[in-house]
C-alpha cells in the first residue's frame, strides 16, 4: 500500500452514512478513491504537475471532506510553509490522511492543527465543484460494487 498515514484503529472506523457502507474503512476507502483521482479533482494551481503516479497531488481537501461525509469527525489542517494547509481526519482516536503521500519522505506535523472549516473552503466555487465531482464519482464506483456483489 502507498504511503498514507494511519493512527488509531482505522480499520473499525465504519461509514457513519449509509449510502457510504460498501466504502468500507478508510484504507478501503483509500482503495476506491485512487482510481477515482483524476487531473479534474487536483487543485488548479497544481494539475500542471498532477500525474498518474502522483494521483493525491492536490486532493487533499475534497478528499478529507468527502471522508468526513463518510465518517463524522472533524478536518484539521497542517500549516505549510507556502501558506496553504494539508487537510486531514480526525474520527475519535483515529487520525487519517489519505492524500499525505504527495509530500513524498517529508514528514507532516498532525499534532495541534487548526479545524478547518467546509464553508470556508467551499467559498471556492472551484472547490465545491472538485467535492462534488469526486463525491459523485465515489457513489458511481460505490454503486457498481453494489452491483457486482
Known sequence: MPETYYKGPVETLVPADARYIKAGNPKELYAVLDRLWCAETCAPRMRKDWSAGNKTLGQCSVTAFLAQDIYGGRVYGIPLEDGNVHCYNVVGDCV??????????????????????RNT??????????????KSR????????????
Request: glycine share 2%; proline share 2%.
Open 96 to 117: 487519517f490522511d489519505l492524500t499525505c503521500e504527495q509530500f513524498g519522505d517529508i514528514k507532516l506535523n498532525y499534532d495541534d492543527n487548526p479545524e478547518q472549516d
Open 121 to 134: 473552503h467551499f467559498a471556492k466555487e472551484e472547490k465545491r465543484v472538485r467535492y462534488e465531482m469526486l
Open 138 to 149: 465515489l457513489m458511481e464506483a460505490l454503486q457498481n460494487m453494489s452491483d457486482q456483489m
